[in-house]
């Protein structure tokens, strides 16, 4: 449609330069006139064919065809500020393919198949904010290939395979406030990565291959608000303490952090590493042990077993030890509360026993009075009989003895 317009406003103009040369009867070279306004249909370098143009943008996307990379940026124009050429099927970019792009600020070359940069690709590109290489298959990178990017803001690298980065990979990169460097394959970061970016707000590590994290790596990041962490492989054992401490130093000055769910040792399988006691890990200041010196692989859960993730480690033979937590706040006040309670409880136990003690004594010692009144009640009838009947006696009517009349002998016989 662009096109038909084009041809038909020149072919109008050749008409109106032909009248108005018959009309004033100047003596025009009419092949000369054709040659100029010919000049005008010639493709400007503002936008090639296969983009889409909006004033200083350009889409490249999802070309069905592209050539030459470097024929495509040559067509275009130097005052451009964002270039986009995702999903392109890219494999390669040559050195300085942008040089002619200096006023560049994003870059898109996400969604291609680049495995690798020359060093110098990135060159003359000082300008340049947003740099996405997302979705590629890059397995390393160049130490200075983002050397001249001083004034990059957002560089995102999720969704490679990069294993191993330089520790100079971001030296140069003081403005960077965003990088993305999730789903790759990084088992770790080297020491002094993080220097340069120390305007760092937002980082992403997810979905790498993490077990650990030095605190010397992050402690430069003193901007640092959101941190993303999850999908890794953590070992909340001795060797991420320090890296803990600078999670709770994190938090503590109101960052964010995602899940961290522990990996090994088995016991603390799919536990938050910010949700392990901090008494677990009271083993790991101490100086070894004679039980313990040679098993420094082993590590004591909560329940005081020595355990490892090294099967070799001669851990389940050590002897069960409880850790100590005497030092616990928690556990004073708890232990304290639970003893007042046990004291009241055994008062209160103890009120009750000699109140029901005493209660049974008294009542087994009326019943005892009652059953000696009974037993004794008897008795004592008789005895206050026995006296009555040696009172009446005399007043009774004795039986009277038959009187014997005394006879002379002689009246006897």
């Not at 009248?19 to 009867?25: D, F, H, P």
């Not at 999903?87 to 969604?111: K, V």
């Not at 007042?340 to 029901?356: F, K, L, P, Q, R």
Request: aromatic content about 6%.
């Amino acid at each position: 449609m662009m096109a038909s317009t084009k041809c038909w406003i020149i072919g109008q103009i050749v008409i109106m330069l032909c009248k108005w040369a018959v009309r004033t009867r100047m003596n025009i070279h009419v092949h000369a006139a054709l040659l100029i306004v010919l000049s005008l249909s010639r493709p400007s370098a503002g936008c090639p064919s296969t983009c889409t143009c909006n004033s200083t943008n350009s889409n490249c996307t999802n070309l069905d065809v592209l050539i030459s990379v470097n024929s495509l940026l040559n067509q275009l124009p130097s005052n451009l500020t964002s270039l986009t050429l995702s999903a392109n099927n890219i494999t390669m970019m040559e050195p300085g393919s942008f040089s002619n792009l200096s006023s560049l600020l994003q870059l898109d070359l996400s969604r291609n198949r680049l495995l690798t940069f020359h060093p110098s690709t990135f060159s003359q590109l000082s300008s340049l904010e947003l740099l996405d290489l997302s979705s590629n298959f890059l397995i390393n990178l160049p130490a200075d290939l983002f050397s001249d990017l001083v004034s990059l803001q957002e560089l995102v690298l999720r969704d490679n395979r990069l294993k191993v980065l330089s520790p100079k990979q971001f030296q140069t990169l003081t403005e960077l406030q965003h990088l993305d460097l999730s789903y790759n394959s990084l088992a770790t970061l080297p020491p002094g990565l993080l220097d340069g970016p120390q305007a760092l707000a937002w980082l992403s590590l997810a979905g790498n291959k993490l077990w650990t994290l030095q605190r010397s790596v992050l402690e430069p990041l003193t901007t640092l608000q959101h941190l993303q962490l999850e999908g890794n492989h953590w070992n909340c054992s001795c060797s991420i303490l320090p890296f803990r401490h600078w999670l709770e130093w994190m938090l503590y000055r109101g960052g964010h952090v995602d899940s961290i769910q522990c990996s090994l040792p088995p016991v603390l399988q799919g536990t938050d590493l910010r949700r392990v006691p901090m008494e677990m890990f009271r083993h790991c200041s101490q100086p070894p042990s004679s039980d313990t010196r040679h098993h420094s692989a082993c590590f004591r859960t909560a329940e005081g077993f020595l355990v490892s993730t090294d099967p070799a480690a001669d851990c389940f033979r050590q002897r069960h030890r409880p850790i100590s937590v005497r030092r616990a706040p928690i556990t004073v006040v708890v232990a304290g509360v639970v003893c007042g309670i046990v004291c009241v409880m055994m008062v209160v136990a103890a009120t009750y026993g000699c109140i029901y003690a005493m209660l049974v004594a008294h009542q087994q010692q009326e019943l005892l009075d009652k059953s000696l009144q009974l037993q004794q009640q008897p008795l004592m009838e008789e005895r206050e009989a026995e006296p009555g009947e040696e009172e009446t006696a005399p007043q009774e009517a004795p039986e009277k003895a038959p009187e014997w009349i005394a006879f002379p002998p002689e009246v006897c016989v």
